[in-house]
């Protein structure tokens, strides 16, 4: 399967990478061990994962993912063929965001206990603390790569005036630099991504990993009116999807699954997958079902039409 270099480092991933927060949550471990194994047995590489996960689940404290991770890299011995990516910063029971230096170097052990692995490829800036300088938290990511705890550095969720403080504090102070970005990106969700800190990445030649792929499930098609939104435990982050423009989306994403004979999930994956400025998109998967639509995705080649089309669908011009 084809790899792509993320940003400026010397990782390489497949085109769609594991989105890790299902562990824990939607999946138990030996249901996640069985979806980690068709992952990687399909060619894919990329597990992207973070400390918080899945911390929001009645009875969980965070860090079941990448314990789940861990347990899964121990028993396959297959740590050296992975790119592993994991976060911090999210509130893990302190009541706040956090990216002080202090609180980083304790995070990032515990990661690392919890994966069992001495190194983390890719490790991201998961939510902004716009308390503590970019500075510190540069400082602190350079202690660790010094010490080889962490190889590459990323950023989720800054603003482009926070990310472009960050790149200039690297440049300016010879700290490390984030090389790639991780934002909420999808055929439903563009504004967010285009109008913000796109240019910065494009810029800067940072890789982009998105989140949100599917907007929930919402691309995938299965989610048609309100009496869908009990089929599963996301089903109450897709209402917000069912306006006319979502529904121009799905129209225009059912016209193409026909043509192509694949799934709308496998079609707005392409989507992502065929736009310049995406390495890779991260998305999750619960079944056989859906590993066989990041497959179709990465075998699919879009032409100029389809993608017209679908920028057209998902447009925020009204047409009349």
Not at 95 to 119: F, P
Not at 217 to 228: A, I, N, T
Not at 235 to 254: F, H, T, W
Not at 286 to 298: G, N, V
């Amino acid at each position: 399967m084809e790899r792509r270099k993320l940003g400026n480092t010397d990782l390489q991933t497949a085109p769609i990478v594991f989105g890790g927060n299902v562990f824990g949550w939607t999946l138990d471990e030996n249901q996640s061990f069985q979806i980690l194994d068709d992952f990687i047995g399909a060619g894919f590489n990329a597990i992207d994962t973070a400390d918080v996960y899945s911390r929001w689940v009645e009875g969980n404290k965070g860090g079941e993912s990448e314990t789940i991770i861990g347990k899964w890299m121990k028993t396959r011995g297959n740590r050296d063929d992975i790119t592993l990516i994991t976060k911090v910063g999210a509130d893990m029971g302190q009541g706040h965001k956090d990216l002080t230096e202090s609180y980083i170097l304790k995070a990032v052990d515990r990661s690392l206990q919890r994966l069992q692995t001495d190194h983390i490829d890719l490790y991201f800036t998961h939510w902004d603390d716009d308390r503590t300088p970019v500075e510190e938290t540069l400082g602190a990511y350079d202690k660790l790569i010094k010490s080889g705890k962490l190889r590459w550095i990323g950023a989720s969720n800054l603003s482009p005036e926070r990310l472009k403080a960050s790149l200039d504090a690297s440049k300016k102070h010879k700290l490390p630099r984030y090389e790639v970005f991780q934002p909420g990106y999808n055929l439903y969700d563009r504004q967010g991504f285009e109008e913000g800190v796109a240019t910065l990445c494009k810029e800067h030649g940072l890789g982009v990993i998105s989140y949100y792929s599917l907007a929930s499930g919402f691309l995938s098609g299965k989610y048609r009116s309100e009496d869908d939104l009990s089929q599963s435990a996301r089903g109450g982050g897709v209402k917000k999807y069912m306006d006319e423009r979502g529904k121009n989306i799905l129209k225009a994403l059912d016209e193409l699954a026909e043509k192509h004979k694949i799934s709308q999930a496998a079609l707005a994956l392409a989507w992502l997958i065929n736009k310049p400025l995406i390495t890779a998109p991260i998305a999750s998967a619960t079944s056989s079902k859906h590993l066989q639509a990041f497959t179709e995705a990465t075998q699919l080649e879009l032409n100029h039409e389809d993608m017209e089309l679908l920028e057209e669908a998902s447009s925020y011009t009204t047409k009349a």
